[in-house]
Structure formats: structure tokens, C-alpha cells
């Protein structure tokens, strides 16, 4: 008999993030996933589970390395202010097509899965909550330099920024929709002391 050929489990799911980036959920069929990673049905069940436990890996670590994304964009600068440029951008170019199938697949797949999967709406929740406190943080701080605006609550302008974020990431999903770079000018104008 010959020897099983051997998997990487990170190859695995970056193959398989791949195929539930570009068609959802529900539109990505076992046989994709197999076709996808390489893998036969049997040994993708036996690595991961069912379609539904392979997903929740898949996207447990998405949401992981878009926090830590969201890191290395805040360390990127020093200022409040230029701090939120650089995660407004990293956003943006992190959402394009060349980076994936194009959009947020946490975006995507709140809309597709979040009215009915609670697995899957408790992540996304969490996420964006860490998202949310961390934004938070940074504008607070940029008030305290009078950077940012301080007129409007730091939670109130963090809702803002998230709504621009979700605007540039769905765009990015259907196409150009305009300019990014655009859209981030008036969005940081907008937080400056008035």
C-alpha cells in the first residue's frame, strides 16, 4: 500500500478561505472544497469536520489575522490621527480583488449567514467589538492631542469609521466604486477639530 499523502492543515484552509471568500457559504459545495484543497471528501471530513466546522475554522482565523492586521496598520504611525489613515488604507487595499475575491469576507458573510447562524453571528459580534474598542482607543488618544474632534464621543465618531470601512469594503466586492483614497480624505477631514 502506499503511503497517504500528507496535508498542510494552513494550506488547507487558505484554499478553502479562498473558495468561501469568492462564493459564500451556501454556493460553495463540498466537491468545491475538495477541488480546492487537493483534499478527497473523507480525509477533508477527518482533518476538519463537516462543511459548516470547516467554515468556522476558516473564519476564526480570518478574523485573527484581520485584528492583527489592524495592529500592524495602527504601528505603522505615530499619531492618532495617522494611525487611523493607515488602518483606513490598509482596509481599502485589503479588501481589493488582488488581495482576494474582493470585499470583507467577515462583511460577506455577516449578511449571508448572520440573520440565522448564531456560531457564526457570536464571532462576527466579538470581532467587530474588539475592532470597535481599539478605534475607540485611538480616537480618544487623538482627542486628547486635539487631533481629533472633540464635539462628538469617540464611540460615536468609531461607528462612523466602521460604516466608511463597510462602505469601502463592499464597494471594493463589486468593482470600483470610485476613489478610495477619496473617500479616506473626507472621511479623516471629518474627524479633525472644528
Same mark, same amino acid.
Given at each position: 500500500?502506499?503511503?497517504?499523502? *500528507?496535508?498542510?492543515?494552513?494550506? %488547507? $484552509?487558505?484554499? @478553502? *478561505?479562498? !473558495?468561501?471568500?469568492?462564493?459564500?457559504?451556501?454556493?460553495?459545495?463540498?466537491?468545491?472544497?475538495?477541488?480546492?484543497?487537493? #483534499?478527497?471528501?473523507?480525509?477533508?471530513?477527518?482533518?476538519?469536520? &463537516?462543511?459548516?466546522?470547516?467554515?468556522?475554522?476558516?473564519?476564526?482565523?480570518?478574523?485573527?489575522?484581520?485584528?492583527? *492586521?489592524?495592529?500592524?496598520?495602527?504601528?505603522?504611525?505615530?499619531? /492618532?490621527?495617522?494611525?487611523?489613515?493607515?488602518?483606513?488604507? =490598509?482596509? @481599502?487595499? +485589503?479588501?481589493?480583488?488582488?488581495?482576494?475575491? =474582493?470585499?470583507? #469576507? !467577515?462583511?460577506? +458573510?455577516?449578511?449571508?449567514?448572520? /440573520?440565522?447562524?448564531? @456560531?457564526?453571528?457570536?464571532?462576527? +459580534? !466579538?470581532?467587530?467589538?474588539?475592532?470597535?474598542?481599539?478605534?475607540? !482607543?485611538?480616537?480618544?488618544?487623538?482627542?486628547?492631542?486635539?487631533?481629533?474632534?472633540?464635539?462628538?464621543?469617540?464611540?460615536?465618531? %468609531?461607528?462612523?469609521?466602521?460604516?466608511?470601512?463597510?462602505? $469601502?469594503? +463592499?464597494? %471594493?466586492?463589486?468593482?470600483?466604486?470610485? &476613489?478610495?483614497?477619496?473617500?479616506?480624505?473626507?472621511?479623516?477631514?471629518?474627524?479633525?477639530?472644528?
Amino acid at each position: 500500500m502506499g503511503r497517504p499523502r *500528507q496535508f498542510d492543515p494552513d494550506d %488547507a $484552509l487558505d484554499a @478553502a *478561505q479562498q !473558495a468561501f471568500w469568492a462564493h459564500g457559504y451556501e454556493a460553495t459545495s463540498i466537491a468545491d472544497l475538495c477541488d480546492a484543497t487537493g #483534499m478527497l471528501r473523507g480525509s477533508l471530513y477527518q482533518a476538519f469536520g &463537516d462543511k459548516h466546522a470547516l467554515f468556522l475554522s476558516v473564519l476564526d482565523r480570518y478574523l485573527a489575522r484581520g485584528t492583527a *492586521q489592524l495592529e500592524a496598520d495602527l504601528a505603522r504611525a505615530s499619531t /492618532p490621527l495617522a494611525q487611523l489613515e493607515a488602518w483606513l488604507y =490598509g482596509v @481599502a487595499f +485589503t479588501a481589493c480583488p488582488s488581495q482576494g475575491p =474582493g470585499g470583507c #469576507m !467577515a462583511l460577506n +458573510t455577516l449578511v449571508e449567514l448572520g /440573520p440565522h447562524d448564531d @456560531a457564526v453571528r457570536d464571532r462576527l +459580534t !466579538a470581532h467587530f467589538g474588539v475592532i470597535r474598542a481599539r478605534v475607540v !482607543a485611538v480616537l480618544e488618544a487623538g482627542q486628547r492631542a486635539g487631533e481629533v474632534r472633540a464635539d462628538l464621543e469617540a464611540g460615536v465618531l %468609531a461607528g462612523y469609521l466602521q460604516t466608511v470601512v463597510a462602505g $469601502l469594503a +463592499t464597494g %471594493a466586492r463589486a468593482g470600483p466604486q470610485g &476613489d478610495p483614497a477619496a473617500v479616506i480624505a473626507v472621511a479623516l477631514d471629518s474627524l479633525r477639530p472644528r
